[in-house]
C-alpha cells in the first residue's frame, strides 16, 4: 500500500524472517528501488523479528485458518480488512498497554508535539 500512495518515510523498515522468498534477489532489489531497508532475523533466532512473528501468529490464527479462500483478490481483501479494519484499529495489545496501534500512535505522536512544544 505504501508503494502505491508514495507513503514510505526515508529508510522504511520490512522486517521478515529469513524465507527464501525474501531473500530472494527480486525482492531484495524491489525493497532497494522502493527505498525500504530489509530487516532478518538472525538464523535460529527468532527473537530479531519477535513482533512480526507474532503478528503473522495472530494473521494466521484469526483469520487464514478460519476462511476458507478461493481466489486470490479474496484472501487480498480478507487481509486488508484484517489488518486496517481489525488489527490497527480495534485489537487491543498487551505489548501497547492494551490499546489497539492507531490509539498508541494518537497518544505518542500527541506525546511527541506537546513534548516539543514544551
Not at 16 to 24: C, I, M
Amino acid at each position: 500500500m505504501a508503494t502505491h500512495t508514495g507513503d514510505i518515510p526515508d529508510n522504511a523498515l520490512i522486517h521478515s524472517d529469513r524465507g527464501v522468498q525474501y531473500r530472494s534477489n527480486r525482492y531484495q532489489e524491489m525493497l532497494q528501488d522502493y527505498g525500504f531497508r530489509c530487516s532478518m532475523s538472525r538464523q535460529g533466532n527468532c527473537w530479531d523479528n519477535a513482533v512480526m512473528e507474532s503478528f503473522f501468529s495472530r494473521l494466521k490464527v484469526e483469520l487464514i485458518y478460519a476462511e476458507n479462500y478461493t481466489a486470490v483478490e479474496e484472501a487480498r481483501a480478507g487481509i486488508f480488512e484484517y489488518i486496517e479494519l481489525f488489527y490497527n484499529q480495534t485489537r487491543r495489545h498487551s505489548a501497547i498497554d492494551y490499546i489497539s496501534p492507531n490509539q498508541y500512535e494518537r497518544k505518542y505522536s500527541q506525546l511527541t508535539v506537546s513534548t516539543f512544544r514544551g
